[in-house]
């Protein structure tokens, strides 16, 4: 049994954990890191492969609705800058690490 504090301000957790639920909880997170992923791709590739200008907003909606179906999008930071390719605009995705170090501590790493 460990008392850990939080990366947020006033918040501490105590974690009890054996080593098949530490397993489980890390291979819980993996998948949803290859969901995330995937779930990603799709309109990371029609961007990249666009020969005209996309609706920069529809794109938004995709990713938007994307984040809330996997229920932990806060762990990414997903914008779309203006750019020259044919599109109009990128996908930049950046993953939060201190979520990532949250997780492994609450898994009991």
């Known amino acids: 049994?460990?008392?850990?504090?939080?990366?947020?301000?006033?918040?501490?957790?105590?974690?009890?954990r054996s080593d098949a639920?530490?397993?489980?909880?890390?291979?819980?997170?993996?998948?949803?890191?290859?969901?995330?992923?995937t779930a990603l791709e799709r309109p990371k590739s029609r961007i990249v492969h666009a020969k005209k200008p996309l609706d920069k907003s529809q794109v938004?909606?995709?990713l938007s609705s994307s984040a809330t179906q996997l229920s932990?999008?806060?762990?990414?930071?997903?914008?779309?800058?203006?750019?020259?390719?044919?599109a109009g605009f990128a996908l930049r995705v950046r993953?939060?690490?201190?979520f990532d170090r949250w997780a492994e501590l609450s898994e009991g790493s």
């Open 1 to 16: 049994m460990k008392l850990f504090d939080s990366d947020l301000p006033g918040e501490r957790f105590i974690l009890c």
């Open 21 to 37: 639920r530490r397993s489980k909880e890390r291979a819980m997170r993996e998948k949803f890191g290859q969901r995330a992923e």
């Open 60 to 62: 938004d909606r995709h």
């Open 72 to 86: 932990r999008g806060d762990r990414f930071d997903i914008s779309l800058p203006d750019s020259d390719n044919p």
């Open 95 to 98: 993953i939060h690490d201190e």
